[in-house]
């Protein structure tokens, strides 16, 4: 808040507080006026008929009261809008610390956090290739391989991308189960399951 709108704003507070509870305000220049009259009939000043000189001093005293005031809350109005402010900024600093907490929580369960750091440390260990190996093999979700090769990562050779998957096995990364069919064996290449979640947000992260 800049210095104009925060006076605007402690004017603006002064007032609604200088003509806030005016019967009160009204009742205590009433007050000083019969305390004036009193000490103006007891100094003999009036007489009792004077009904202009009680209208003003009347005036006089509500505006006495007026002004006394607005001094009074330009003195009170600013500390207690520096406290609110401050009791705001503690309010929203706390709120977005909480926020922020709530961001920052780990997004996976204790399990899921030990399957992402097992398939990270694997992902590392195996190289660039096992990535496109693995998420052909996602995209596909099964490589089957027997007589009739599958449909292979682009630029590799049907040795690599199998050599490739048996050491993802190895890892438990991916899984390998044989068929016995009557040509012979279909080695069927799936995704773990438990390593699923894990994999998926390793091998489609953002670079």
Request: some cysteine; proline content about 6%.
């Amino acid at each position: 808040m800049d210095s104009l709108a925060y006076w605007i704003s402690v004017l603006g507070k002064i007032l609604i507080a200088t003509f806030s509870h005016w019967r009160r305000k009204v009742l205590l220049g009433l007050v000083i006026t019969m305390i004036a009259l009193i000490v103006q009939y007891g100094l003999h000043l009036r007489s009792l008929t004077d009904t202009e000189k009680f209208g003003l001093s009347f005036i006089v005293a509500s505006v006495v009261v007026i002004i006394g005031s607005f001094f009074k809350h330009l003195f009170l109005v600013p500390p207690a809008l520096y406290r609110e402010q401050q009791l705001t900024i503690t309010h929203n600093t706390e709120e977005v610390a909480r926020l922020a907490a709530q961001l920052q929580a780990p997004k996976r369960t204790s399990a899921e956090e030990h399957c992402y750091v097992r398939a990270n440390a694997a992902l590392q260990a195996l190289g660039p290739d096992a990535l496109t190996v693995l998420r052909h093999l996602r995209d596909h979700d099964h490589l089957k391989f027997n007589l009739v090769p599958p449909p292979l990562p682009k630029g590799m050779t049907l040795r690599t991308t199998r050599d490739i998957l048996d050491r993802c096995v190895n890892e438990s990364l991916a899984t390998v189960e044989s068929v016995q069919t009557p040509g012979g064996h279909d080695y069927i290449y799936t995704i773990a399951p438990g390593m699923a979640p894990a994999l998926d947000e390793l091998l489609y992260a953002p670079d």
